[in-house]
Nanobody, 128 residues
Framework: QVQIVESGGGWVQPGSSLRLSCTAS????????IGWFRQAPGKEREGVSCITSSDGSPWYGDSVKGRFTMSRGNAKNTVYLQMNSLKPEDTAVYYC?????????????????????WGQGTQVTVSS
């Protein structure tokens, strides 16, 4: 059974930084996409950043491009989301998700796949 655990959320002031961590276990596929998503109250869930197991270039949503960086950890199936220059509009529950990769997916569609395994989410609040 796949288990995904996110951590690192919290409350910060605008302009600050946070680093989120995600570890997926019980996922034995060699080829997969792992991604960060967020959902603010009253808004639809949006893709923040996604990366495949075979491609080292993450895709980023327009709203976070240049401020957020997704990276891999030394441990397998661990990824991080470094969030800099945080804005109040970044306030949301951030989720990590994984999906088995069955073929090549255009970068812009990495976060649009049907992710079947999700973590419980971690709250990020940006406020003065």
């Amino acid at each position: 059974q796949v288990q995904i655990v996110e951590s690192g959320g919290g409350w910060v002031q605008p302009g600050s930084s946070l680093r989120l961590s995600c570890t997926a276990s019980g996922f034995f596929s060699e080829y997969y996409t792992i991604g960060w998503f967020r959902q603010a109250p009253g808004k639809e869930r949006e893709g923040v950043s996604c990366i495949t197991s075979s491609d080292g270039s993450p895709w980023y949503g327009d709203s976070v491009k240049g401020r957020f960086t997704m990276s891999r950890g030394n441990a397998k199936n661990t990824v991080y989301l470094q969030m800099n220059s945080l804005k109040p509009e970044d306030t949301a529950v951030y989720y990590c998700a994984v999906v088995h990769l069955v073929g090549w997916v255009p970068p812009g569609y990495l976060c649009r796949q049907d992710f079947g395994s999700w973590g419980q989410g971690t709250q990020v609040t940006v406020s003065s």
